[in-house]
């Protein structure tokens, strides 16, 4: 298989020569008279493969990747996320972020997921339980705000798997998420706040990155802001 060149400035290669990346296989109408190949390089963290924006890469691929143990793995691409960098952002931080699992989407059920303070995340809506004992039941994410909540809630899950990120700054994070949550559940969620606190999160995922979390950790840092 071909490999793109490493030399420029597209997010992949920019993420390669830190972290690596591998060559992969996205598999359209996998089964299908009108199914399509195209081999790509990628760099894959856990259950995320991470792409250059343009990318063809859509809900409900295929993905082949290399097995460490040997041969190939054969995954299904469950979630897409587009993370197009604005701003003050470097153009080459635009990337696709595409969760994957080893079952189709359509067999897998949402769960919550607990961290830290009691945060619970479940579609769009969340539970915070903060050391104050301020309560919001399964209240609904302020509209405006759940792509936020969901890179928090990603942000959560990387940082409890990254084990050789130091434990302080993993119960900083946790706080600093419990804070945003508990916010942007507020009727009119109180911006400032919100920017105060997530320079913390993305401070903690340069961290990540440096203990292994890698692109995955790094792709995070673009989603929180507000």
Sequence with gaps: ??????????????????????PVIIIHRPGESTEERHNLEAQVQGSKAFFNVDAPVYDGD????????????????????????????????????ASFSSRPRQEQTKSQIIHGNAVIVSGNHVNVALDSAQIH?????????????????????????????????RAAAQDAA????????????????V??????????LQSAASAGAGAAATG???????
Excluded: C, W
């Excluded at 302020?142 to 990387?158: F, I, K, Q």
């Excluded at 508990?182 to 706040?193: H, Y």
């Design 1 to 22: 298989m071909a490999l793109p060149s490493r030399s420029g400035g597209s997010f992949i290669e920019r993420i390669g020569r830190t972290f690596g990346t591998q």
């Design 62 to 97: 295929v993905m082949e990747i290399i097995d460490p143990r040997g041969g190939t793995r054969t995954v299904h691409i469950t979630d897409v996320k587009i993370n197009q960098a604005g701003g003050s952002m470097s153009s080459h931080m635009s990337h696709i972020a």
């Design 137 to 169: 039941q399964n209240a609904p994410i302020t509209p405006g705000y759940e792509d936020l909540a969901r890179a928090l809630n990603e942000v959560l899950t990387l940082l409890e798997s990254t084990r050789e990120l130091d434990p302080d700054e």
């Design 178 to 193: 419990a804070t945003v949550l508990n916010e942007i559940v507020k009727t009119s969620p109180d911006k400032s706040v």
């Design 220 to 226: 995070l840092i673009g989603q929180l802001f507000v």
């Design 195 to 204: 920017k105060r606190t997530l320079p913390l999160l993305r401070g903690v």
